[in-house]
T-cell receptor, first 113, second 114 residues
Framework: QQQVKQSPQSLIVQKGGISIINCAYE??????FPWYQQFPGKGPALLIA?????SEKKEGRFTISFNKSAKQFSLHIMDSQPGDSATYFC????????????FGAGTRLAVHP | NAGVTQTPKFQVLKTGQSMTLQCAQD?????MSWYRQDPGMGLRLIHY???????DQGEVPNGYNVSRSTTEDFPLRLLSAAPSQTSVYFC?????????????FGPGTRLTVL
């Protein structure tokens, strides 16, 4: 049973649209939530991360929204571009321990021109 | 810096064979880890190391061994390969032992076990 549930499994968005990927967790010990982006044939790379003491974090076109009471967080990609086509993974970890990330299953995003 | 390097890039094994996946980093990072990536499962932690001579198990350690004799190298050994170990393997490192440190991933090794 996955500790971090991610949806949708795949997503198709038109250029300029908004891409939304959702994640949920059960373990209340998790208190740091990074998102990783992976291009085909490459390793994942950190995109953006959030702590639950803030409800939103924005970096350029990428925004994480966090709902602590619902134990849910989501990634929004504004003005999606074909270059954003990749697989996105949400993750969770207890910041008091080692860097043992628990990943969601991943979302394959395709942005069509 | 080359970052995190992994060899080989591709490997095909027969059931029962053993092999070692190599991982090296030139960033003097304390923390290193191995993940496997399977469709619909995301990345799952196999083993990790918090320094030379110190390793521990992750979520899915069975069938794998690791050692860390130097800060730079963290090889993953498959003792007796099974088809269930067909996967893409990623090595990662982070500068310190903080859970909030960025993990830097290698390019991966695609392993097929027949």
């Amino acid at each position: 049973q996955q500790q971090v549930k991610q949806s949708p499994q795949s997503l198709i968005v038109q250029k300029g649209g908004i891409s939304i990927i959702n994640c949920a967790y059960e373990n209340t010990a998790f208190d740091y939530f990074p998102w990783y982006q992976q291009f085909p044939g490459k390793g994942p790379a950190l995109l953006i991360a959030i702590r639950p003491d803030v409800s939103e974090k924005k970096e350029g076109r990428f925004t994480i929204s966090f709902n602590k009471s619902a134990k849910q967080f989501s990634l929004h990609i504004m003005d999606s571009q074909p270059g954003d086509s990749a697989t996105y993974f949400c993750a969770a970890v207890n910041s008091g321990g080692y860097n043992k990330l628990i990943f969601g299953a991943g979302t394959r995003l395709a942005v069509h021109p | 810096n080359a970052g995190v390097t992994q060899t080989p890039k591709f490997q095909v094994l027969k059931t029962g064979q053993s092999m070692t996946l190599q991982c090296a980093q030139d960033m003097n990072h304390e923390y290193m880890s191995w993940y496997r990536q399977d469709p619909g499962m995301g990345l799952r932690l196999i083993h990790y190391s918090v320094g030379a001579g110190i390793t521990d198990q992750g979520e899915v350690p069975n069938g794998y061994n690791v050692s860390r004799s130097t800060t730079e190298d963290f090889p993953l050994r498959l003792l007796s390969a099974a088809p269930s170990q067909t996967s893409v393997y990623f090595c990662a490192s982070s500068p310190r032992l903080l859970a909030t440190d960025t993990q830097y991933f290698g390019p991966g090794t695609r392993l097929t076990v027949l």
